[in-house]
C-alpha cells in the first residue's frame, strides 16, 4: 500500500489494514508512506511535488508486487 498524507499516514494505514483484513487480503509489502507536510487549507489544496526518491521506492513496490503476481507468489 503506498498513502500519500499530509502528516503522519499512520491513520489512513491502520485504517486501509482494517478493511483489507475484512476482505480477507493479506499483506505481502510494509506499506509506503509520503508525507507531503500539506498542514494549511492553502497547502492542502495546493498542488503536490513528491520526491523522486519516493516515486522510485513506490516504482520498485509495484514491480515487486507485479513480479510476485507473474510467477504465482501471491
Known amino acids: 500500500m503506498i498513502v500519500c498524507a499530509g502528516s503522519d499516514g499512520s491513520n489512513a494505514v491502520r485504517q486501509i489494514q482494517r478493511i ?6 493479506r499483506a505481502v509489502a510494509e506499506p509506503i508512506i509520503v508525507c507531503t507536510r500539506a498542514q494549511t487549507p492553502e497547502s492542502i489544496l495546493s498542488a503536490k ?6 516515486l522510485e521506492r513506490c516504482r520498485q513496490l509495484g514491480a515487486s508486487l ?3 503476481l ?3 507468489i501471491f
Open 49 to 54: 511535488s513528491i520526491a523522486d526518491a519516493d
Open 20 to 25: 483489507a483484513t475484512g476482505w480477507r487480503l
Open 66 to 68: 507485479s513480479a510476485g
Open 70 to 72: 507473474a510467477l504465482g
